[in-house]
C-alpha cells in the first residue's frame, strides 16, 4: 500500500490547487486542536455560506472516522458538511472519489465505503463537480 501520510498530503494539494483556480470560493484548511472533530476544511461560496469538508484518504473499504469526527459531523448534519475520500489501492490503480453527507459519518464508519455515496468518481477527478454537489446543497 502506498504511504497514507503522503497520500493525504497529494489529496489536499489536488483540492487546494483547484481551489486556488476555482472562481468564487474561498477556503481555509482548518487543523485544530483545540476543537477535536471540526473538519479539514471549510468553504465559502458566493452566496457566503459555508460547507464543511471532512477529508479521508484510504487504501481498503475501511474509513477511519475517529469517534469526535463522527460527533461532529454527526451534530452538524443539517448543515452543508461532507465526507471526501479518496480511495487508491496501489499506484497500478486509478483513485476514486466517494462523497458522503455527514449524516452519513456513524454507518460509513461501520460498514465503510460499501456504503453508497451521495458522489462516486473514478480518477481523473472531475473537482468542479464535487464542490458544485457540495456548494448547492439543500
Known sequence: ??????????FWNQIRRWLKISTGLRF????STATAGVPDLCICDKKGLFHFIELKVITANKVGLRPHQISWLTRHSHASAWI???????TE????LFLYQA????EL???GIKLKPYLHQIQPFQLEEVFRVITNYP
Open 1 to 10: 500500500p502506498i504511504a497514507a501520510a503522503k497520500l493525504e498530503k497529494d
Open 28 to 31: 481555509t484548511r482548518i487543523e
Open 84 to 90: 471526501l475520500i479518496r480511495k487508491q489501492k496501489n
Open 93 to 96: 490503480t486509478p483513485a476514486e
Open 103 to 106: 449524516e452519513d459519518a456513524i
Open 109 to 111: 464508519a461501520n460498514v
